[in-house]
């Protein structure tokens, strides 16, 4: 079984994500990043797998050459390889574009199954998964909250507004996981020292014969024309509480006639 | 004027409020023509037709309910090739995102999402976003050639009825086999009590601030005494205290009550894009510089193991 996971450098939760009103992209500049942490459910999702079935994981990232350290917590957890996109040429990369270099990796190799976490923790557009599955011709199982693999099949229970459904196909497949479906295992000591040695390969645009004008901000189709701080609300009545905090809070329902 | 489809979605035997939300979006600013795949109610067109839609094509074959994506997305497809509408709006759903994501690949153009406005320009279309959980205001376009793929936010438009009756375009399922790869062998619906947490008029939310899964029961009795809905961050829903269905959020559902009632909430991008719509906030938070009290119109800085125990007796005392 080979299970390429893709994950993404992403803010630190605790970091307040800013726009840069200039380059209208998220500032990524001097904020620290992690690994996103719906990623690692992706990325735990394939190593149990592996653990089941045999084979190996490779994780795939485009992102900065920062995004190196966090590409290594994802070896130290047990991911056999990495594939670290990175160049200049695709910042400011939309959706599509991003799917296609990512798409452009995979076909390199021969992959079974393609993890992904439905949506990135920074951006939330949750488009890329499914342009990838398309790009490469794999099934798109999406919004699994659990997989499981009998030979070549692949069966997932998908989330929907009410409930789930039960849904398979024949691998080669793309599974898009709920984040959460899972608890990521924390790298071991040894995973830690062993993953200084694990193969990193890098790419460039070129290398995936990605032509500079069909990624980065030059081949985006999607265009921001502006960007402003939403209004914001005007300020509320904050207080403390002093043992009455619950009688306030059931006066406000009593003045908006709730209660 | 610019023909705009909008990709209808039927749940429990009835069209989804999201389609109608688009279907009205779409009338005021262009020639609404609906697609209606797989089974419908069988007053689907007249409702259609009476919120704006001049067309429907309708295929009531049942691949679409049994097959996920690849057949809906291979004859969109062609009748997009057919009839070069020049947009195409899904809801912001689990079939709208996977739809629009194939479709924006196959035919290589790019997608807007959570679209939450939209205005026609001179070359095309301009959609208002709200981003990073509504904190900024974006607004964006497509500049591919050819037909626009927008996903559209629940809540952003008012359903509203113009009366009028839609013609009838009955089209043909597509065959191949080749197409039903994704096949779906068991439906189930998890019903919770009360209103649904999109209906409802209050929402009771809980969030880490609960401490343990145990303890969401506070947000549950509240919610029910309110006559509203409980709800949950991602946070409390992927530690697996509450089911998926009760998220509120950028992935979870978007719900725009009267009341919105925060507890335990620190007010993450992801959340506050699920309720920011809401009329009113209040919100209780043991900390004071918590995201969630910039947004809330009352606030208590406090131990919610305290304040809403005793919320929860004063509203019983007072009803």
Known sequence: MNIAVCAKSVPTSSVVITIDPDTQRVVRDGVSHELDPAAECALEVGLQLVEQHGGSVTVISMGKASAADDIRKALAMGAERAIHICDDALAGSDTLATAKALAAAIKKESFDLVICTTEATDTYSGLVPGQVAELLGFAPLTFAREIALEGRTATIHRQTEDGYQVVHAELPALVTVMSGINEPRYPSLKGIMGAKRKEVLRYTAADLGLPATEVGAAGARERVLEIAPAPSRAQGRIVTDEGDGGVLIADFLASLKVI | ?319
């Open chain 2, 1 to 319: 004027m610019p023909t705009l489809w909008v990709y209808a979605e039927v749940r429990g035997d009835q069209l989804t409020p999201l389609t109608l939300e688009m279907l009205t979006c779409a009338a005021e600013i262009g020639r609404a023509e609906v697609l209606l795949f797989g089974p419908a109610p069988a007053d689907a067109v007249a409702t259609l037709g009476a919120y704006g839609a001049a067309k429907v094509y309708r295929c009531a074959d049942a691949v679409f309910a049994d097959y996920l994506v690849l057949p809906a997305a291979e004859l969109l497809a062609s009748l997009m090739a057919q009839h070069q509408p020049d947009a195409v709006l899904f809801g912001t759903t689990y079939l709208g995102r996977d739809l629009a994501s194939t479709l924006s690949a196959r035919l290589d153009c790019g997608a807007l999402t959570d679209v939450a406005g939209l205005a026609t320009t001179p070359d095309g279309f301009e959609a208002t976003i709200p981003a990073v959980g509504g904190s900024y205001q974006n607004r964006a376009t497509l500049v591919n050639p050819g037909t626009k793929l927008m996903l559209v936010r629940p809540k952003s438009f008012e359903a509203r009825q113009r009366g009028g009756s839609a013609e009838v375009d009955e089209v043909a399922a597509p065959v191949s086999e080749e197409l039903r790869r994704i096949h779906v062998t068991e439906t189930v619906a998890q019903k919770a009590e009360g209103p649904s947490l999109e209906d409802a008029t209050i929402v009771v939310s809980g969030g880490r601030g609960l401490k343990d899964g145990a303890n969401y029961h506070l947000v549950r009795d509240l919610a029910e005494l309110l006559g509203g809905a409980p709800g949950a961050t991602r946070a409390i829903v992927d530690a697996g205290w509450v089911p998926y269905s009760l998220q509120v959020g950028q992935t979870g559902k978007t719900v725009k009550p009267t009341v919105y009632i925060a507890c335990g909430i620190s007010g993450a991008i992801q959340h506050l894009a699920g309720m920011k719509g809401s009329k009113t906030v209040i919100a209780i938070n043991t900390d004071a510089d918590a995201p969630i009290f910039k947004d809330a119109d009352f606030g208590v800085v406090g131990d919610l193991f305290k304040v809403l125990p005793q919320l929860i007796e004063e509203v019983r005392k007072r009803k």
